[in-house]
């Protein structure tokens, strides 16, 4: 089952995104736990556990499901079905049975269900990080947004770099980001560039030292600056902070 | 308790660790939805008065948040420091008022440097002015908070919020914290850290939470936290409060899963994982897995 057919299948549920590098010493761990237990404890459903992993591309990897019992959870490694890639892996939990039918009268259960995870970060250095899930896959598509970040300059950082994810699916476009984006201090423009496009469901990790020559000049000279990420398709982005133990700090912006 | 009128009802704010030993560097982009209507203007402009019709707030209220509509007012910012266990010991004002693109960044060292007051394994709250246009009781964007020493980087993203919170004399139903990321991998070591607060600075009351492990459905060892004071916090080392855990977890291959939970109250919740140095390497908030399911 391919992803365009997983999301028409499953009307009802939210697939939740997330970041997911592996490769060159990373990988990233999905753990999940049905939470379908705290809300009907009596029911106590299965969940079908269903994981889409894209490449950097937004070309389809893999697609595996997991019988998850009730009250259960799961830790999985995607480096067992990606290969080296900053991907992204997309998620939703299917209980077995039907929900709406079974649940207590009067209970308001949402339209749209969504799927709730966490990912951890590690590189073969022993750092780690992690975050819960990202955005659900957007099948209707965006216009233009802006996002701001802070950079800041730190005797411990050497690195910024920003994850753009583009989660708008269509089966009938093709729908490809084009980022631009501003280094600025208290709104002044100190330097603009338009980022590599991020391909439909693909992810592009943007290194800001690599794409602003002079950025090591502007922070030393503001010590603080706002970085603005304008694009349709791509979702409020991570940033990614490179301590120089080789640590690292990856987090979403809004 | 905290002072009176620590903050009014409209303002919201989130309340965070700091850790000892570390940079605290705190910081907020105040993003365009400031002053968006993403929902709709009627929605909007309709949305205050009605949360007074359902007594969910005041005409007041209500009142200031129109004025922030009209007049596009800037936010103001001010962190409060307390102890972990609850006591109030200072506030500062952050300079500036802040608009769509504006931002702050400010390391806790230097805000107290200078003043009697020092940043160790402390609790801050960030209070906002005023919240969205279209969804006035959440900030417009997330608050940063990054702990960063010679050896690692950890922190967070967080919004600021003034939803009603262990207020009134009805209590909460209670909460439920699940962290499915145990894992003693490459000598990391996973904690938690329990706020217990309130949208009310008069909140006078201590939880006792408990904490299963678990290593398969149905399979787990209950323990006891210990006190929470009212506006204090409490981080648990996993290996502390469960020493048996390298036997317990042996057949899961070191993984597990736990669940914290309290009745009568609600926690903010933060997962942790600490290095072999007792460094904070990672960090985040843990999220409410029931509004996947109930709601509209």
């Given amino acids: 089952m391919n992803l365009g057919t997983f999301i028409d299948t499953h009307k009802s549920h939210a697939i939740s995104t997330q970041y997911c590098p592996v490769g060159d010493g990373r990988t990233s761990i999905i753990c999940f736990y049905n939470f379908y237990e705290r809300v009907f404890p009596d029911l106590n459903p299965d969940v079908d556990l269903h994981l889409v992993f894209l490449n950097n591309q937004g070309e389809e990897k893999a ?21 080296s890639n900053n991907g992204m892996v997309c998620i939703a939990a299917v209980p077995t049975c039907d929900i709406r039918e079974l649940a207590p009268k009067g209970m308001s259960i949402k339209k749209i269900l969504g799927t709730g995870f966490y990912i951890v970060w590690q590189n073969d250095n022993g750092y780690t990080d992690f975050m819960h899930e990202w955005m659900p896959i957007n099948s209707i598509g965006s216009k233009n947004e802006s996002y701001f970040v802070t950079i800041d300059k730190s005797k411990y950082i050497d690195r910024h770099e920003l994850v753009l994810m583009n989660s708008c699916y269509s089966d009938t476009e093709t729908r490809i980001a084009e980022p631009v984006i501003g280094i600025f201090n208290k709104k002044t423009t100190l330097f603009e560039f338009e980022a590599e496009p991020v391909a439909m469901m693909g992810v592009s990790v943007v290194d800001l030292h690599k794409n ?43 | 308790m905290l002072p009176k009128g620590m903050w009014k009802a409209w303002e919201p704010r989130v309340i965070l660790p700091t850790f000892k030993g570390v940079d605290n560097i705190v910081d907020f982009s105040v993003q365009p939805s400031l002053n968006k209507a993403y929902q709709g203007i009627i929605y909007t402009l309709a949305y205050p008065l009605y949360n007074v019709f359902k007594k969910r707030s005041s005409i007041g209220i209500a009142f200031k948040h129109y ?17 972990r266990s609850g006591e109030y010991i200072h506030q500062w004002n952050v300079p500036g008022k802040y608009s769509p693109g504006d931002y702050f960044r400010i390391d806790l060292q ?50 600021l919020f003034s939803r009603p919170l262990n207020e009134g004399g009805k209590g909460h139903f209670g909460f439920t914290g699940v962290n499915p990321k145990i894992m003693f991998k490459k000598e990391l070591e996973p904690s938690i850290l329990l706020i ?26 209950e323990k006891k936290l210990g006190e929470i004071p009212p506006n204090g916090a409490r981080e648990t080392r996993i290996l502390q409060v469960f020493p048996e855990v390298s036997d317990y977890l042996a057949e899961t291959n070191m993984t597990g899963c736990t669940i914290a939970q309290v009745k009568g109250a609600t926690l903010s919740s933060y997962h942790l994982f600490r290095n072999k140095n007792d460094d904070v390497v990672a960090m985040d908030h843990s999220r409410p897995s029931h509004t996947n399911i109930i709601g509209k």
Avoid: C
């Fill in chain 2, 67 to 83: 004025q922030n509509i009209l007049f596009r007012s800037k936010i103001v910012f001010r962190i409060i420091l307390l102890s």
């Fill in chain 2, 110 to 159: 230097q805000l107290s440097a200078g003043s009697e007051y020092t940043i160790g394994d402390n609790l801050i709250i960030v209070v906002a002015s005023r919240g969205r246009n279209d969804s006035w009781m959440s900030s417009p964007g997330s608050l940063s908070i990054k702990y960063v020493s010679r050896n690692s980087i950890a922190g967070l993203r967080t919004g």
């Fill in chain 1, 212 to 254: 602003v020559p002079q950025l090591d000049q502007l922070l030393d000279k503001y010590e603080v600056l706002s970085v603005k990420v304008t694009s349709k398709y791509i979702f409020p982005p991570l940033t990614n902070e490179i301590h120089h133990s080789g640590d690292f700090h990856m987090h979403h912006i809004d």
């Fill in chain 1, 63 to 83: 697609h595996i499901t997991e019988r998850i019992p009730g009250g259960g959870f799961v830790q999985l490694d995607a480096s067992s079905y990606l290969d």
């Fill in chain 2, 196 to 221: 217990n607060h309130s949208s009310d600075p008069s909140y006078s009351r201590s939880v006792t939470p408990t904490i299963r492990l678990y290593r398969r459905p149905g399979e787990y060892i």
